[in-house]
């Protein structure tokens, strides 16, 4: 059973950074793609970015490209999302989301089979 844990979420000023973190456990199936999704109140879960096993290929949403990078460490079974230059807008609950057999990217929630309990990001203006 595949187990996701996030983990970096907090309270920052705008302008500012954090690092989250997605620790995946049990037996997972190689590849596969992890993504980070997003939830603000009263809103959608929305895409933020994706990467493949390889580590080589990752995509984002266009509202944090440029802001925000994606990154894995596959020893560590751990993906992490640098987020940088935070804004207001980014202020969300914050999940990290797997599916086995990952060949490519994928954006949409349904696409994903494994999801983590969320880390909350709020910042402040």
């Known amino acids: 059973q595949v187990r996701l844990a996030e983990s970096g979420g907090g309270l920052v000023q705008a302008g500012g950074s954090l690092r989250l973190s997605c620790v995946d456990s049990?037996?997972?199936?190689?590849?596969?793609?992890t993504g980070w999704f997003r939830r603000a109140p009263g809103k959608e879960r929305e895409f933020v970015a994706a990467?493949?096993?390889?580590?080589?290929?990752?995509d984002y949403t266009d509202s944090v490209r440029g802001r925000f990078t994606i990154s894995r460490d596959n020893a560590k079974n751990t993906v992490y999302l640098q987020m940088n230059s935070l804004k207001p807008e980014d202020t969300a609950a914050y999940y990290c989301?797997?599916?086995?057999?990952?060949?490519?990217?994928?954006?949409?929630?349904?696409?994903?089979?494994?999801w983590g309990q969320g880390t909350q990001v709020t910042v402040s203006s």
């Open positions: 989301a797997l599916r086995e057999y990952g060949g490519t990217l994928y954006h949409t929630v349904d696409e994903y089979e494994y």
């Open positions: 049990g037996r997972t199936v190689r590849p596969y793609t």
């Open positions: 990467i493949k096993w390889s580590g080589t290929d990752t």
